[in-house]
C-alpha cells in the first residue's frame, strides 16, 4: 500500500435509513434497501488525512433538507449529493495522487460493510444516480475499514473464544475507550423520524462520526504499541 501527504485520507461517515413499521419486527437486520417505503434519511461525513492529522469540516445531507414533491424524488436528490461528495475523494486520488499504486480513499465507521455501503450502492442503483460499473467503482473500490471488525481483535472474548467475530459499537466503545454508557439501538431514529425529531436524528448521527473517529484513532495509537484510552 503506498499513502501520499495531501492525498491519502479516511472519511468517517454515518447514514441513516428508515424502515416502516410493518417490517420492523423482522429477525436480523431490518433494514434492506429493496424494502418498498424505506428510504435513507440522510448522514454525516468527515476527511481525515492522517498523515498530517488534519481534519476537514463536516458535512450533513439530509432527506428533508432536498427538493421534490416526494419521498423517493427527495431521496434521488440527497443520494446525489452523497455521491458528489465520494466522487470528490475520487477526483483527488486521481488528479493529485497520480498514481495508479497509490492507496485508494478509505472509508471508516461502524457497520459500513454490513448496511451503509451497500445501502448508498443499492438505493443509489435504484434512482439511476450513475451507471452501475461508475456506482460499484464509487462505492466499493473503496478501501472500507469497518470498525466493528478491526475491532474484534483488540477485545478479549468472555463467552467462547473460539469465536472471532465483528463487535458491536457499545462493546467496542466500553473495552477500548473504557465508556460504559450503553447507546440506545439505531432504530431509535425511526422513531424520532416518525416523531419529526430531525434534530434529534442529526446531533445522534453527529455523535456516531465522532465516536468512529475516536475508536479509529485508538486502534492506531494500539497498532503502533503505544497506550489506548487517550
Same mark, same amino acid.
Given at each position: 500500500?503506498?499513502? @501520499? ?8 461517515? #454515518?447514514?441513516? *435509513?428508515?424502515?416502516? /413499521? ?25 476527511? *481525515? ?8 469540516? /463536516? ?16 431521496? @434521488?436528490?440527497?443520494?446525489? /449529493? ?16 497520480? #498514481? ?15 448496511? #451503509? ?21 464509487? *462505492? ?19 463467552? #467462547?473464544? @473460539? ?34 425529531? *430531525? ?13 468512529? @473517529? ?17
Amino acid at each position: 500500500m503506498r499513502f @501520499k501527504r495531501e492525498v491519502t485520507h479516511v472519511i468517517f461517515f #454515518d447514514i441513516e *435509513y428508515y424502515v416502516p /413499521k410493518e417490517y420492523r419486527n423482522r429477525p436480523g437486520l431490518k433494514a434492506n434497501p429493496y424494502l418498498d417505503g424505506s428510504f435513507v434519511i440522510g448522514g454525516v461525513f468527515q476527511r *481525515y488525512f492522517p498523515i498530517e492529522d488534519k481534519l476537514e469540516e /463536516k458535512e450533513e445531507f439530509w432527506i428533508w433538507d432536498m427538493e421534490g414533491k416526494d419521498v423517493m424524488e427527495r431521496e @434521488k436528490n440527497l443520494l446525489r /449529493k452523497i455521491y458528489l461528495y465520494f466522487r470528490g475523494s475520487w477526483t483527488r486520488w486521481e488528479l493529485l495522487g497520480r #498514481d495508479p499504486r497509490l492507496t485508494e480513499p478509505m472509508v471508516a465507521g461502524f457497520g459500513i460493510t454490513h448496511l #451503509d455501503i451497500p445501502t448508498l450502492f443499492v438505493r443509489s442503483l435504484i434512482h439511476g444516480i450513475a451507471e452501475p460499473e461508475r456506482l460499484y467503482d464509487t *462505492y466499493f473500490k473503496l478501501r472500507h475499514f469497518d470498525l466493528s471488525v478491526a475491532s474484534a481483535p483488540m477485545i478479549q472474548e468472555n463467552r #467462547d473464544r @473460539k469465536v472471532l467475530a465483528p463487535v458491536s459499537q457499545n462493546w467496542a466503545v466500553r473495552n477500548l475507550l473504557g465508556d460504559r454508557r450503553r447507546k440506545p439501538s439505531g432504530t431509535i431514529v425511526w422513531e424520532l423520524y416518525d416523531a419529526g425529531d *430531525y434534530r434529534g436524528i442529526m446531533e445522534r448521527t453527529r455523535d456516531e462520526i465522532e465516536v468512529a @473517529k475516536r475508536v479509529y484513532l485508538n486502534l492506531r495509537k494500539l497498532r503502533n504499541g503505544l497506550p489506548g484510552r487517550s
